[in-house]
C-alpha cells in the first residue's frame, strides 16, 4: 500500500482543512508539495467545482483551485510524485479537451499524471456550464471510453453513443501509454465503472464495513487500485497509535492506495507531520520512494 497526500490549501471542506489553509499561499503549496515528494509520497491532488453556490458552499466548501494551473505549476517544482485529479467532471469537458489539456500536463511532468474522474452530483453548476445534468451516467460512460481511446494517441478515432471523432490530430499528448484513470464515487455502479473503464476506484463518504462489502462483490483485475481517503485528518506527531490504526484499518479494507489528510497548525508543522507519516508508514512495509535529501541537507 503507498500513501498519496490530499494536498492542503486548495481544497478546503468544512471541518477537515485546518485553520492555517485558509490564508495560506501557493508558497506554502509548494513547500509541502517539495517536501512529500521528497520523502516519497505516491501523489498530490487537486479536484474541481467551477462555481459553487453560495448555500451549498456550507457543507461542500467553496475553495477550489483549478486543478489544470495547480499541478502545472507544483509539475515545474517537483520532479516524482504524481499529479491526480480528485476529480474531475466528465461531463463539464468533452473528452478531447481533457486528452489535450492534460496530455499536456503530462508531456511537463515527465508522464506523472493520475486522472481522476467522477460523474458529478451539482446540478447548479451543470446548469450553469450548460451540461447536461439528467443522463449524466451514461455519458460519462461515454466519455470515459472515448478518453481511453484517445489518451496517449496523436490520431485518436472513437465512435459512441455521445461522442465520436477521426481524422484529427492531437499534439502533444499523454507520454505515458496508459494514463491511470481513477474513477470517484460512492456506489457500486461507480465501482463496475472503475473496473470496467478505468484503473482505479477512488470511494468517498462510505464506512469501511460497506467498502469491503463492496469490494467483495466484484472481481477486481490485476493491478487495479482501491484509492481510501483517510476519513478525519491524520496527527502522526500527536497521534501516533490513532494514526497507524487508520493507516492498518484501510489496509485490511483492501486500499492499495491512501489519500492521507494531514491535520496542522501551519505549514512548518505539516510538513514535520508529513516527515513522521513517512516514518509510520515505512515501520508499518508501506510503499514510498526512496527518500532524499532536504534541501538543507544538500548544501
Not at 83 to 93: D, E, N, R
Not at 156 to 172: A, C, D, K
Request: contains cysteine; aromatic residues 6%; charged residues 25%.
Amino acid at each position: 500500500m503507498r500513501i498519496g497526500i490530499v494536498s492542503p490549501v486548495v481544497v478546503q471542506h468544512p471541518g477537515v482543512h485546518s485553520p492555517w489553509e485558509r490564508a495560506a499561499g501557493v508558497d506554502d503549496l509548494v513547500r509541502v508539495a517539495r517536501t512529500a515528494d521528497r520523502l516519497g509520497f505516491h501523489h498530490l491532488t487537486c479536484s474541481e467545482h467551477v462555481a459553487v453556490p453560495v448555500d451549498i458552499a456550507d457543507t461542500r466548501g467553496g475553495t477550489y483551485w483549478d486543478p489544470l494551473a495547480t499541478l502545472s505549476y507544483l509539475a515545474a517544482r517537483t520532479h516524482r510524485i504524481r499529479l491526480a485529479t480528485q476529480v474531475l467532471v466528465l461531463g463539464y469537458h468533452h473528452p478531447l479537451a481533457i486528452a489535450k489539456r492534460y496530455g499536456t500536463l503530462d508531456v511537463l511532468s515527465g508522464g506523472r499524471l493520475t486522472l481522476g474522474l467522477g460523474v458529478g452530483s451539482l446540478r447548479e453548476e451543470f446548469d450553469l456550464l450548460g451540461a447536461p445534468f439528467d443522463d449524466r451516467g451514461a455519458r460519462a460512460d461515454d466519455a470515459l471510453a472515448a478518453l481511453r481511446a484517445a489518451l496517449s494517441r496523436r490520431l485518436p478515432e472513437y465512435h459512441g453513443s455521445y461522442y465520436e471523432f477521426q481524422n484529427l490530430l492531437v499534439e502533444p499528448h499523454a507520454v505515458q501509454p496508459r494514463v491511470p484513470l481513477w474513477i470517484g464515487g460512492r456506489t457500486l455502479r461507480s465501482l463496475r465503472r472503475a473496473v470496467s473503464h478505468g484503473d482505479g476506484w477512488v470511494p468517498f463518504g462510505l464506512p469501511l464495513p460497506d467498502l469491503t462489502t463492496m469490494l467483495g462483490r466484484v472481481d477486481l483485475p490485476a493491478g487495479f487500485d482501491v484509492v481510501l481517503d483517510t476519513g478525519a485528518p491524520l496527527d502522526p506527531l500527536g497521534a501516533r497509535e490513532r494514526t497507524v490504526r487508520s493507516l492498518e484499518r484501510r489496509r485490511e479494507a483492501g486500499a492499495t492506495v491512501v489519500g492521507a489528510t494531514v491535520a496542522a497548525t501551519g505549514v512548518e508543522h505539516y510538513c514535520e507531520q508529513l516527515e513522521c507519516l513517512r516514518a509510520l508508514g515505512t515501520d508499518l512495509g508501506l510503499d514510498f520512494a526512496p527518500a532524499e535529501p532536504s534541501e538543507q541537507e544538500t548544501r
